[in-house]
């Protein structure tokens, strides 16, 4: 198994720009995230599926939208893109997001935006 | 609402000398409490985990355990080395929010040799 996967490991992007964060795993889970990792703030909730065509906001939703085509994927978009997008992306999954369940990762994506 | 909150680093440390980073969180119901690392570079790693009041997780000579009475989750090592140089957070994952993984602001371990 690869685990869970993201692309690009690193993007820069101009203000205004618009681009897809690309997330997938191969485990057949359920649940899937996007966080958001800032220096002295560890990690933010983005959004979160709980199931193919499902999606709901996390904790900093604005800015991005997400879609839950297959249960392999979950892309995370930035439609206008602003310099306090700035970050690091970390994608996340586990079988049904339980209490219990430990979460997995992806390696993660750097963002710089101009 | 459910938090958590680390020790701040840098910390900075001989080899083979003792770690604690500690954690203590605030929770509604009863939470899971989880350790992750991350190496230089590198993603998040599960490190290790306890589900319940009084577990004791433990992972590479990394121990934490669940205390609901003082709501803490304390990292220790008996003897680091610099291998184990990284960022260390705490989460905790409440039952109010499915599957929302609550982070503290993370602690820098460095070991120098």
């Known amino acids: 198994n690869a685990g869970v996967t993201q692309t690009p490991k690193f993007q820069v992007l101009k203000t205004g720009q618009s681009m897809t964060l690309q997330c997938a795993q191969d485990?057949?889970?359920?649940?899937m995230s996007w966080y958001r990792q800032d220096p002295g703030m560890g990690l933010r909730l983005i959004h979160y599926s709980v199931g193919a065509g499902i999606t709901d906001q996390g904790e900093v939703p604005n800015g991005y939208n997400v879609s839950r085509s297959t249960t392999e994927d979950f892309p995370l978009r930035l439609l206008s893109a602003a310099p306090s997008q700035t970050s690091v992306y970390f994608c996340?999954?586990?079988?049904?997001?339980?209490?219990?369940?430990?979460?997995?990762f992806g390696p993660g994506t750097r963002l710089l935006v101009l | 609402g459910d938090s958590v909150t680390q020790m701040e680093g840098p910390v900075t440390l001989s080899e083979e000398a003792f770690l604690t980073i500690n954690c203590t969180y605030t929770a509604t119901g009863y939470p899971s409490l989880f350790w992750y690392v991350q190496y230089p570079g590198e993603g998040l790693q599960l490190l290790l985990k306890?589900?319940?009041?009084?577990d004791k997780g433990s992972n590479k000579g990394f121990e934490a355990t669940y205390r609901k009475e003082t709501t803490s989750f304390h990292l220790e090592k008996g003897s680091v080395q610099v291998s184990d140089s990284a960022v260390y957070f705490c989460a905790l994952l409440g039952s109010s929010n499915t599957g929302k993984l609550i982070f503290g602001q993370g602690t820098t371990l460095q070991v120098k040799p």
């Open positions: 996340a999954s586990s079988y049904s997001g339980g209490i219990r369940e430990t979460q997995y």
């Open positions: 306890a589900t319940k009041a009084d």
């Open positions: 485990m057949n889970h359920e649940y």
